[in-house]
């Protein structure tokens, strides 16, 4: 199938960001009694909002919802990835590559939220490939698995779904993908379980960013 427009996920898939963000949360649960190792974590809020799982955090934690808390949560988590966040090895020749076969017609679509993602792109070097082009399940009527934010960034590059390629690293990105109607491709670094992805609907799994070629 040939591709109009390429839709990328943030986290996982343009930068490594994944550990960093969940170790913060790890650290803000072993202050309120919930201790698990950085995988637990990752196993569990990986693709997630931190909202969307407020009850079982507040199951394992006792602690009531408060904005005051993600706050601070979004702080601890901005301040360590100013500090620590590193670009997915080969995406910079990955976007310039889809950028040009594209012609510009490449756009992100983050679970994540704005600041975030554009504070991400911008230490990474990649901002410029994208602005303009940044969608953020935050500003949507549902996030992640559902396809808003996918159908908006389609619907902003004047791409039909169909014709779209979605790049994600997680089931819940994918079934978002798919929801959208586009063609979803994960990538998967060495060493990760594949079979989650493939059954969440990937049409392809590459493990190196050399692979994303069109």
Known sequence: MSFQA????CDGVLVDSEAITCGVLRDMFEEQGWRMSLAECMQRFVGHTVKSQWPLIEANTGLAFSEAWLQQFFERRNERLTLHITAIEGVHDAVNHLHAHCEGRIAVA??????????????????AHF???IFSGHEMPRSKPHPDVYLAAAAAL??????CLVVEDTPVGITAGMAA????????PAGVDVAPLQAAGAARV????????L
Do not use: C, N
């Open 6 to 9: 390429i839709l990328f996920d």
């Open 110 to 127: 983050s679970g994540a939220d704005r600041f975030k993602v554009e504070m991400m792109l911008k230490t990474v070097g990649l901002l």
């Open 131 to 133: 602005e303009g082009r």
């Open 158 to 163: 004047g791409v039909a779904p169909a014709h």
């Open 181 to 188: 109607g586009a063609t979803v491709w994960a990538y998967a």
């Open 206 to 213: 590459f493990e190196h960013m050399r692979q994303l070629r």
